[in-house]
């Protein structure tokens, strides 16, 4: 095909022509943008009028050609004629109605429910001290007890010899320096998989929360969902990175890569090999289970 008649090719046809490129099904796109498949179809189809609006036209067709490595931006301004309008007062009005949903949401701070809200902070922190104050002091009552009782009885009991004092004393030793020393082990983060699946694996001694980052040497998609809620999702640059906190709640961490080949991933500055096998596939779907 000659350079004049790829550059009369419809967007449809070149969006669709990048995804075969990278051997991508709709499934597949469907997977990775999460927009519904019959909106691909249509995209592709150019049956714009099939989308939710011409908002939606716009941002779909941006996500959809910078998941096959197209500039979307470019995409748009080039095929600008041919795509739905969408003026400025669309995003205002859109980004007013977020605004006032959230807002309605809140509770009043003028109502009793609102003015319990605001204190209640404040009254969490005050029970939390008083209750480290009452446990201090039940503490110091405890041991002056002991302390008292351990004098009395000390008198009346004739004193053991040194050298079965220096025995205990030296087996305590040995007994806390191997106990430190298996606690150091035990506590050594380790990344393994389950059985030998290469696409499900366990973490653990991780961090109270886990430090992931991501890389990749080329233009790659990744999301990451935390215990069924998605935490980040976002198409990397060639050689880009991007770090991701994981909730000291997380349980469970289901990553997918648009671009698994290319995709490097670290948690706490330790490598995570989440392609063991070396596959070619760019598309995976890694599940990490966190104990």
């Given at each position: 095909m000659s350079e004049n008649s790829e550059e009369k090719s419809t967007i449809g046809a070149r969006l669709k022509a990048a995804r075969i490129a990278k051997s991508l099904t709709i499934d597949d796109l469907q997977q990775i943008t999460k927009i519904q498949k019959r909106y691909l179809i249509a995209i592709e189809d150019e049956q714009f009028d099939k989308l939710p609006g011409d908002f939606y036209v716009r941002a779909f067709v941006k996500q959809y050609a910078d998941t096959v490595d197209l500039d979307g931006n470019s995409l748009l301004e080039e095929y600008s004629d041919e795509l739905p309008t969408t003026h400025a007062e669309t995003y205002v009005q859109n980004v007013d109605e977020v605004q006032l949903t959230r807002s309605a949401s809140r509770e009043d701070p003028n109502t009793p429910a609102g003015r319990v809200r605001n204190y209640l902070p404040t009254i969490i922190v005050t029970a939390i001290v008083v209750i480290i104050l009452l446990f201090i002091w039940f503490m110091a009552a405890r041991t002056h007890?002991?302390?008292?009782?351990?004098?009395?009885?000390?008198?009346?009991v004739e004193v053991s010899s040194s050298k079965k004092s220096s025995s205990k004393a030296s087996s305590k030793a040995s007994s806390s320096a191997k106990s430190s020393s298996k606690k150091t082990t035990t506590n050594k983060q380790t990344i393994k998989a389950n059985g030998s699946s290469d696409t499900a694996y366990t973490l653990t001694n991780g961090a109270t929360k886990n430090k992931v980052v991501i890389k990749s040497t080329k233009?790659?998609?990744?999301?990451?969902?935390?215990?069924?809620?998605?935490?980040?999702?976002?198409?990397?640059t060639a050689n880009g990175s991007h770090t991701v906190t994981l909730p000291s709640n997380a349980s469970t961490v289901k990553f997918q890569f648009g671009n698994a080949v290319a995709t490097s991933v670290t948690i706490n500055g330790k490598k995570f090999n989440f392609n063991p096998n070396n596959s070619t596939s760019q598309v995976r779907t890694i599940t990490l289970t966190i104990k």
């Open positions: 007890t002991t302390s008292s009782s351990a004098t009395a009885t000390s008198s009346s233009a790659a998609w990744t999301s990451v969902t935390t215990n069924g809620s998605q935490t980040w999702q976002g198409t990397l």
